[in-house]
């Protein structure tokens, strides 16, 4: 996307925002949305205006964006009168955007549109600061042993990295990265030199690849994966530093023990884990024993076993990130020290995926300002919990709006009456607690996905074709809305049997891994439950129940 403001002289200030990109697999939806809303990316301001009609231009230009920056679940789960906020990555995403457009329009100003673009910029950061957001964890300050990630620090350092943040130990997440000082919007709180980040360049300085780069059906991700679980070990090393501090354990789902796979059963994560899992293992008996044995020297087998190969997929899973070099190739990397960030729902900093050209340095920039002494949050993506717990191991604290129940109906025969009734063709779609849609905005029917209503209603309809009534229209209404109703708590009662009882246990006592997978349970409980409760609500308004 690009744009740009720009200054006319008449009295007139021209705000662009990014142009919708054809690119985006939703342009299509968002131009239709834009046009249905009568919104523009392109704004006409005339000099001098008071305030009041700044702000609510600036709501305008806020409104435009969020629907530039949606994605899919946002959308899907967009009703017809929200204007947003949608989630605070869209809101994040979005009034960084207009704060990039109102800061590139600076040079060139005049006094009365540089006076016009402050009072813009103040009200956008305004509304940055007043983006409601989880409470930062606390940091642990009884003593810990912090050594080598102190030494990692030094060590990258003298490589040219430059931090305004520390390593520290927090409740939930282990380590984790805290603000020295106040860092605001735009700030870097890292920047890491391209040259210590770990990638695919280093493996053709390695025997490694020159062995294996004929081996059939070798992957640059399984080159990097073997890399690592030798590296680890290499006190020659020149990632010592970063290997020394990672954990022996990565405690993600993928390492779940029986007892934990046994509380998920009937859950979605379950069938995901057991498939990731026996996919490892296929691909590390495609390659071992065979490689010990071809190549002892490079491949020791102690070094090589099946828990080592889980121990590296783990680090990869949960500690890589997917960055645009100075060369301009997209690759798959470890990045030292940035790689202790933690995710939340409520993240410092969204991008982080392009190194500067000119530095030639991986900068985090912050999209919402972080205060000197609080944890300083990546976001990981917009993730679901069956894939923060399977590949990360953990649930994050707040609500995760992108911790969806999948549901996908059948392909309704193309050529019979009843595909022509639904009027929606796709067939795939989903639930989330419906306290996202309820809360502070009471307008809004159910909470429940206004795409899933408008396929179970058509579905109903032309059940209704078949058996035709001597019914008024308003009863026929009634009618439908009850059946509508009755199908979506028929569909998600089974769900919540399938759950079962929430088991009554100290949880204090239990393993890392039974304690993750309850409340991976507990979370899908509330979901279904939320669905049940608005719609058995909506049949007791309607005198049904
Ligand atoms: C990239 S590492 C971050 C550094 C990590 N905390 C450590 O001490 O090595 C990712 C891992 O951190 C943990 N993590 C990240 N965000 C978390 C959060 N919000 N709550 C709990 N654990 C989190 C998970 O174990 C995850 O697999």
Redesign the pocket.
């Known amino acids: 996307m690009a744009g740009a403001g720009q200054v006319q002289r008449n009295g007139v200030l021209t705000l662009s925002l990014p142009s919708l990109d054809e690119k985006d697999p939703l342009f299509t939806e968002k131009k239709r949305l834009s046009h249905a809303r009568n919104l523009d990316f392109t704004f006409h301001l005339l000099l001098p205006s008071p305030i009041r009609k700044l702000l609510l231009i600036l709501d305008e230009i806020v409104q435009a964006a969020r629907i530039l920056y949606l994605n899919d679940v946002e959308m899907y789960f967009m009703e017809v009168d929200d204007f947003g906020p949608f989630s605070q990555r869209n809101e994040l995403e979005s009034l960084n955007a207009v704060l990039q457009m109102l800061i590139s329009m600076f040079s060139g100003a005049n006094p009365h549109e540089m006076e016009t673009l402050n009072e813009l910029q103040k009200a956008t950061i305004g509304k940055l600061n007043s983006i409601a957001v989880h409470p930062s964890e606390k940091v642990i300050t009884e003593k810990v042993d912090m050594i080598s990630e102190e030494l990692l620090l030094k060590w990258g350092q003298t490589h040219g990295a430059k931090l305004k943040v520390t390593i520290s130990y927090f409740e ?5 990265v805290m603000a020295l000082e106040d860092i605001n919007v735009g700030e870097s709180a890292l920047e890491i030199p391209e040259s210590i980040i770990i990638s695919e360049d280093l493996l053709c300085k390695s025997d490694m690849f020159k062995v294996l780069n004929e081996w059939d059906g070798m992957t640059t991700d399984t080159l990097l994966l073997l890399w690592s679980m030798r590296e680890r070990y290499d006190p020659l090393s020149d990632f010592k530093n970063y290997f020394e501090t ?2 022996d354990s ?3 789902g993928l390492s779940f023990g029986i007892s934990a796979l046994t509380v998920l059963h009937g859950t979605l994560v379950f069938e995901e884990l057991l498939q990731a899992k026996e996919h490892l293992r296929q691909q590390y008996d495609l390659l071992f024993p065979a490689l010990c044995a071809s190549y002892p020297n490079i491949f020791r087998t102690e070094l090589f076993s099946w828990d080592h190969y889980l121990w590296a997929c783990e680090l990869w899973y ?2 890589s990130m997917k960055v645009i070099f100075s060369d301009g190739k997209l690759k798959t990397c470890l990045v030292p020290i940035a ?6 729902v409520s993240p410092h900093i969204i991008h982080y995926g392009r190194v500067d050209t000119e530095t030639k340095s991986l900068k985090f920039q912050l999209a919402r300002p972080c205060k000197g002494g609080e944890q300083c949050y990546l976001s990981y993506g917009s993730l679901s919990g069956s894939h923060l717990v399977t590949f ?3 649930l ?2 707040g609500d995760n709006p992108y911790d969806i129940i999948p549901l996908d109906f059948e392909v309704p025969d193309a050529d019979n009456s009843y595909s022509q009734a639904v009027e929606s063709s796709r067939t795939s779609h989903m639930v989330r607690g419906t306290w996202f849609s309820s809360r502070n905005k009471p307008h809004i029917k159910y909470g429940l996905p206004p795409l899933l209503l408008t396929h179970l209603r058509s579905v109903l309809k032309k059940g209704d074709m078949e058996d035709p009534s001597m019914a008024t229209e308003d009863d026929e209404n009634e009618v439908s809305e009850r059946a509508l109703l009755e199908t979506i708590i028929s569909i998600f009662e089974p769900l919540m049997e399938g759950l079962g009882e929430m088991p009554d246990l100290d949880r204090d006592d239990l393993s890392w891994d039974v304690k993750l997978a309850l409340e991976y349970k507990d979370l899908q409980r509330r979901i279904v439950s939320s669905v049940l409760s608005t719609c058995l609500a909506g049949l007791e308004i309607r005198g049904s129940i």
């Open positions: 939930e997440a282990n380590r984790g990672l954990p990565f405690n993600t949960s500690n790689g202790l960030m933690n995710h939340s990360y191991g953990f994050p604290k």
